[in-house]
C-alpha cells in the first residue's frame, strides 16, 4: 500500500522544484510502534490484540491522525494512512504532520465494557509516543467520540493531569469540538459546492448521488447532498446496499440502520427500493459517486464498470493505483481524498486550539472557519490542475509538496551546507 501511495509524491515531484533531500526524507516514516495489548475480556478470559502507531513526518508540527479498530489493519495500512495524513495536513494547511493508528479487531464482537478496556490498553502502550505537543489521535473506522473521551481519560490518568488536547473527536462534554461530529463530510461537501460549477454538478445539471459506506462520513455526507436537493439514489455499509432511483431519505435509511443493524433491511416493505451488493451500487448510474468506506473500494474492474461523473473520495484511499489509471482514462473527475476529506483534520486542529486556549468557538464559528479554509484550498487544487494540465490528485500533491518541502527545507539542506 505504502508503494502504491507513494507513487502520488513521484508523480507530483515531476511538477514542482524541490530538492532531492525533500524526496528522501518523505520515503520513510520518522517512527513506527507496534505492541500487543493484553485485554481481560467478560467472561473471565484474556486475550490479546496487534496494535500500531506510526508517526510519519513531523516537520510541519505534531503528527495528527485517527485511530482505527479493523479485524483486518496491518501495519502497512497504518503507516499509509499515516504518510496521507501527511500530505492531508499540508493540503489544507494545518500546523500538523501526519500520523495513524490502528487495533486488530472487530469491535462489533466485543462488549462495550472489552471495547473501553481495549481503548485505554491501547494509551497505556503507546503513551510515550502520543501527547497534545507530539502525537494526537483521532476517530477513524469503528471508533467514535466515546472512545476518544476514555482514551483522554486513560492519558490524563497516566500524566496526572487532565490533558484534553492529547487526542481529538471527544464528546462536547469533555473538551470537543462543536462541528466535530460531521466535519468531514462538511468539508467534503464545501468543496463540492465551491467547485460544483467546474465540475459540472451545478444546479441546472441533474444531481444523483450513490454514498458507499453508512458511518461518520457517509451518513453526514448523504444527508448534506439530500438537504442540498440532491437524490441519494443508493447506500451501503459494510453487509450490502439499497437503490431507488426516486431518492433515498438518509435519515430514515440512518434509523433503520440503528433498528435492523443493517442499511439492506431498509427495502423491507417498499417495492420502489433494490437491495444490491456492494459492486454492483458502485457501478449504478449517478453524477456523483462518494465512496465513505474503505480504501481498495475502487478497483480496475469496478473502474470500467462505474457510471459516474466525479468520484468524490470521502475515504481513505477508496481507489487503487490500476482503478485511478482507468479513471484518468475515461475522464471521470476524482476529487481527491486528501482534499476531500480534510474538513475532518481541519476540525480536530481547531479542537485541539480550543483546548489549549480553553476558549470553546460556537459552531457557526467553527463552520465559517472551516469553510473559508476549504473553499481557498479547494480552488488553488483545481487552479493547479488548470495550470499545469494535471488531474486534482496530482495537482493535490503538488500542492502538500510545495508545503511540505518548503518546511523541510527551512532546516536547510546541501544547497545551503555546502558552500
Ligand atoms: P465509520 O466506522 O463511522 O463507518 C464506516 C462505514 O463503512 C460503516 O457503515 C461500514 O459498515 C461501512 N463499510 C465497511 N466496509 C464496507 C464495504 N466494503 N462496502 C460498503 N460499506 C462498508 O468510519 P468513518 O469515520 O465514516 O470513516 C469512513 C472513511 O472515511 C474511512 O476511510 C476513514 O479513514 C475516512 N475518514 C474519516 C474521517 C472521520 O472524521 N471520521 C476523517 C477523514 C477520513
Not at 127 to 147: H, K, L
Not at 317 to 324: C, E, K, L, S, Y
Request: charge should be neutral; charged fraction near 25%.
Amino acid at each position: 500500500m505504502l508503494k502504491g501511495a507513494l507513487s502520488h509524491l513521484d508523480g507530483a515531484a515531476k511538477y514542482t522544484k524541490v530538492h532531492p533531500e525533500v524526496l528522501e526524507k518523505l520515503q520513510y516514516p520518522k517512527e513506527v510502534m507496534s505492541a500487543r495489548l493484553f485485554v481481560r475480556m467478560d467472561d473471565g478470559s484474556r486475550r490479546s490484540f496487534r496494535a500500531w502507531r506510526c508517526r510519519y513526518d513531523d516537520t510541519r508540527g505534531p503528527t495528527k491522525g485517527g485511530i482505527r479498530f479493523h479485524p483486518e489493519a496491518t501495519q502497512d495500512e497504518v503507516v499509509t494512512l499515516a504518510f496521507w495524513m501527511t500530505f492531508k495536513c499540508a493540503v489544507a494547511g494545518v500546523p500538523f504532520g501526519g500520523g495513524k493508528g490502528a487495533i486488530r479487531v472487530d469491535p462489533r464482537k466485543l462488549s462495550k465494557t472489552e471495547l473501553e478496556r481495549l481503548s485505554r490498553a491501547y494509551v497505556q502502550a503507546f503513551a510515550q509516543m502520543i501527547g497534545p505537543e507530539r502525537d494526537i489521535p483521532a476517530p477513524d473506522v469503528y471508533t467514535n467520540a466515546m472512545i476518544m473521551g476514555w482514551m483522554a481519560d486513560e492519558y490524563s490518568s497516566l500524566v496526572d493531569y487532565p490533558c484534553p488536547g492529547v487526542i481529538t473527536g471527544k464528546p462536547i462534554a469533555l473538551g470537543g469540538s462543536k462541528g466535530r461530529d460531521d466535519a468531514t463530510s462538511r468539508g467534503g461537501f464545501y468543496v463540492l459546492k465551491h467547485l460544483q460549477k467546474e465540475l459540472g454538478l451545478d444546479n441546472g445539471s441533474e444531481r444523483r448521488a450513490v454514498v458507499q459506506g453508512y458511518g461518520n462520513a457517509g451518513y453526514h455526507f448523504a444527508c448534506l447532498l439530500h438537504e442540498d436537493g440532491w437524490k441519494v439514489v443508493g447506500i451501503s455499509d459494510s453487509r450490502g446496499g439499497v437503490y431507488d432511483p426516486e431518492g433515498l431519505d438518509p435519515k430514515a435509511v440512518k434509523a433503520c440502520k440503528e433498528e435492523k443493524g443493517e442499511v439492506s433491511k431498509y427495502a423491507e416493505g417498499r417495492d420502489n427500493v433494490e437491495v444490491v451488493d456492494n459492486d454492483a451500487l458502485l457501478c449504478k448510474s449517478c453524477e456523483l459517486l462518494v465512496p465513505a468506506a474503505l480504501e481498495d473500494q475502487i478497483t480496475e474492474s469496478i473502474a470500467k464498470c462505474l457510471d459516474a461523473r466525479v468520484i468524490l473520495e470521502l475515504a481513505n484511499g477508496p481507489v487503487t493505483a490500476d482503478g485511478n489509471a482507468v479513471l484518468e482514462r475515461r475522464g471521470i473527475t476524482v476529487v481527491p481524498d486528501i482534499l476531500a476529506n480534510a474538513g475532518g483534520v481541519t476540525v480536530s486542529y481547531f479542537e485541539w486550539v480550543q483546548n489549549r486556549q480553553g476558549f470553546y468557538w460556537t459552531e457557526s464559528e467553527v463552520r465559517q472557519r472551516l469553510k473559508q479554509i476549504i473553499q481557498e484550498e479547494a480552488m488553488h487544487v483545481w487552479s493547479l490542475s488548470k495550470q499545469k494540465e494535471i488531474s486534482l490528485r496530482t495537482a493535490a500533491y503538488v500542492h502538500g509538496l510545495e508545503r511540505l518541502s518548503e518546511a523541510i527545507e527551512a532546516h536547510g539542506t546541501q544547497t545551503y551546507f555546502h558552500c
